[in-house]
């Protein structure tokens, strides 16, 4: 069973920038296209990013774009999101999943909400904040 553990959170000031990871301990995550999503306190999930299995497609969400970019090493069974000029609006728990969902979204097809996420993980807080 596909198991993910997120790292990288932290405290960081506003213009600041983090590494999240998200890792697949005992499986291959190269076959799964993964996702990054967030929750702000008080606000409902929401996607950030996806990328797809290959790492050849990918989509992020329009109020992070240009600042935040999905990167995988299939080589380290790793999936990264790299977050630049960071803003307190980004503060959330970020959580990256795997499944079908997030190859409709990295391919930018239509995706409902009963759409297979084979796996979350647990979550990595980032608070932005001076």
């Known amino acids: 069973q596909l198991h993910l553990v997120e790292s990288g959170g932290g405290l960081v000031q506003p213009g600041g920038s983090l590494k999240l990871s998200c890792v697949a301990p005992g499986s291959t995550l190269d076959y799964y296209a993964v996702g990054w999503v967030r929750q702000a306190p008080g606000k409902e999930r929401e996607g950030v990013s996806c990328?797809?299995?290959?790492?050849?497609?990918?989509n992020v969400l329009d109020s992070v774009k240009g600042r935040f970019t999905i990167s995988r090493d299939n080589a380290k069974n790793t999936v990264y999101l790299q977050m630049n000029n960071l803003k307190p609006d980004d503060t959330a728990v970020y959580y990256c999943?795997?499944?079908?969902?997030?190859?409709?979204?990295?391919?930018?097809?239509?995706?409902?909400?009963?759409?297979?996420?084979?796996?979350w993980g647990r979550g990595t807080l980032v608070i932005v904040s001076s």
């Open positions: 990328i797809s299995s290959s790492g050849s497609s990918s």
């Open positions: 999943g795997a499944g079908e969902l997030f190859r409709r979204c990295a391919h930018g097809e239509r995706a409902t909400a009963g759409t297979a996420v084979d796996a």
